[in-house]
Nanobody, 124 residues
Framework: EVQLQASGGGLVQAGGSLRLSCTVS????????IGWFRQAPGKEREGVLA????????FVADSVKGRFTISSDNAKKTVYLQMNNLKPEDTGVYYC?????????????????WGQGTQVTVSS
């Protein structure tokens, strides 16, 4: 059974940092793409960053470029989302997801498996 476990969310002041983790089990990790998505109340889900653990290549949304980074620890089958200089508009539920095809993208309909989400709240 494929499972993605997201953790690390919380409440932080604007300008602060958080690191989210996504641990994958039940699936070969290296040849897939892992993405982070977020959804704010009343808004559509938005792709944030994605990584191909096999070679470390990444795809970054313009909205977080220069502030968020993604990395992976293949031995731990874990992907990290480092979020710096957080803004109130970054508030939302953050989900990690796995694209079985391995194609690096931020289209949520391409992703096959999803974690349960972790809440990030940035206060002004």
């Amino acid at each position: 059974e494929v499972q993605l476990q997201a953790s690390g969310g919380g409440l932080v002041q604007a300008g602060g940092s958080l690191r989210l983790s996504c641990t994958v089990s039940g699936f070969t990790f290296d040849e897939r793409a892992i993405g982070w998505f977020r959804q704010a109340p009343g808004k559509e889900r938005e792709g944030v960053l994605a990584i191909s653990p096999s070679d470390g290549s990444t795809f970054v949304a313009d909205s977080v470029k220069g502030r968020f980074t993604i990395s992976s620890d293949n031995a731990k089958k874990t992907v990290y989302l480092q979020m710096n200089n957080l803004k109130p508009e970054d508030t939302g539920v953050y989900y990690c997801a796995l694209d079985d095809s391995g194609w690096l993208n931020l289209d949520d309909f391409e992703y096959d498996y999803w974690g349960q989400g972790t809440q990030v709240t940035v206060s002004s």
